[in-house]
């Protein structure tokens, strides 16, 4: 069954402007959420992540909220660049192991 | 920091042989390793979790005598598909534990495309 879900298979944004990516997941357990950005035909590249116990970080362009209660994260990029368009996927880790989402593509329109 | 290479980035062989595929850790020791493989358009999906010096434990579904995992040292884990078919054909992607950033963070390889003829 799939624990961690990306509903949204594609997000368009225009450059300068907002990317908001959402992940859903079912386990409460997890305790460590990650977000990854990948090019086709390459690993995945760590941007962000957060604690459980926390419910935002910030890095630079990419803040990434947890509402618990929800069992919900999201993923802000602010502002878009054109070199953000690839897929971003959303992993929740229990015990040190990634539950990966479908992954989202987005493309920065300029 | 937090480097991960894996070699081949891409391997064809032919149905029946088997295919080494390695993943190594260049600036940081990694006692925990993972094998996932992806499938086009679809998600990563974890195979095994290699520890170095004891076995792999595999995932529900992952043949073990199929998908051989060694980890033979704090930078170096293999994975040999033995006995390939053409089923097996996917991109497979490697990563380590950082421990010196806690421990939750993975930082993955390139991946490797196989190929199965």
């Known amino acids: 069954d799939q624990q961690v879900k990306q509903n949204s298979p594609s997000l368009s944004v225009q450059e300068g402007r907002i990317s908001i990516l959402n992940c859903d997941y079912t386990?409460?357990?997890?305790?460590?959420f990650l977000w990854y950005k990948k090019y086709p035909a390459e690993g995945p590249t760590f941007l962000i992540s957060?604690?459980?116990?926390?419910d935002k970080n910030e890095d630079g362009r990419f803040t990434v909220f947890l509402n618990k209660s929800a069992k919900h994260l999201s993923l802000h990029i602010v502002p878009s660049q054109p070199g953000d368009s690839a897929v971003y996927f959303c992993?929740?880790?229990?015990?040190?192991?990634?539950?990966f989402g479908a992954g989202t593509t987005v493309t920065v329109r300029a | 920091g937090a480097v991960v290479s894996q070699h081949p980035s891409w391997v064809i062989c032919k149905s029946g042989t088997s295919v080494k595929i390695e993943c190594r850790s260049l600036?940081?020791?990694?006692?925990?390793m993972f094998w996932y493989r992806q499938f086009p358009k679809q998600s990563l999906m974890l195979m095994a979790t290699?520890?170095?010096?004891?076995?792999?434990?595999?995932e529900q579904g992952v043949e073990k005598d199929k998908f051989l995992i060694n980890h033979a040292s704090l930078t170096l884990s293999t994975l040999t598909v033995t006995s390939a078919h053409p089923e097996d054909s996917s991109f497979y992607i490697c990563?380590?534990?950082?421990?010196?950033?806690?421990?939750?963070?993975?930082?993955f390889g390139p991946g490797t495309r196989l190929t199965v003829t």
């Open positions: 990563s380590a534990r950082d421990l010196r950033q806690g421990g939750y963070e993975q930082y």
């Open positions: 386990n409460s357990m997890f305790d460590y």
């Open positions: 957060i604690s459980s116990i926390k």
């Open positions: 992993a929740a880790s229990l015990n040190y192991k990634l539950s």
């Open positions: 600036d940081f020791q990694a006692t925990t």
């Open positions: 290699s520890n170095e010096g004891s076995k792999a434990t595999y």
